[in-house]
């Protein structure tokens, strides 16, 4: 039986999430899981590490530079677990070392799978957080997929009940 045109845009429908330190990622990452798990479609995590600044011997940059990037991979996998757990399936895993923001807008000029940008506000007063208001501020016009802001505090079960 061969796969139909809906049913392949489908699968290849892929919920990008950026894994930053806030506690706010946890609900992207269950937001976009429980989306492409009942969509039949895919997860993509984007790490993005800070450059390391210009170290006196090149060799401790360079090793310092490894250590960041195996955290980041490090990170990755284990929330990777978590996606699996909700999907079935693996999800993709992308590290990059640079600016968030640049590294994000690159990323999604390269890869045409990427349908949509899942995102958490943060729960604080201080607004969304500086990469939602990138995006939909001065870096807005260069968004080439739809962006899903999801609110920080939602539970688990909200989530439930939405996707």
Not at 2 to 15: G, L, Q, Y
Not at 41 to 69: D, K, N, S, T
């Amino acid at each position: 039986m061969s796969e139909t045109t809906a049913e392949r845009a489908r699968r290849d429908r892929v919920f990008l999430v950026v894994v930053d330190d806030s506690p706010e990622r946890a609900v992207a990452l269950r937001y976009a899981a429980l989306r492409a798990a009942k969509s039949g479609g895919r997860v993509a995590l984007l790490r993005v590490v800070e450059p390391v600044e210009q170290a006196e011997w090149a060799g401790i940059g360079a090793m310092m530079a490894q250590e960041r990037l195996e955290e980041a991979e490090g990170l990755l996998a284990g929330l990777a677990a978590q996606v699996q757990a909700i999907t079935g399936g693996l999800p993709v895993l992308i590290t990059r070392e640079g600016n968030t923001a640049d590294q994000l807008l690159a990323l999604l000029a390269e890869d045409p799978r990427i349908s949509i940008l899942v995102l958490a506000a943060a729960t604080d007063s201080k607004g969304p957080g500086p990469l939602i208001q990138a995006l939909t501020g001065r870096l807005g016009g260069k968004m080439t997929v739809p962006m899903t802001v999801v609110p920080g505090s939602m539970t688990e079960a909200e989530l439930d009940r939405v996707t």
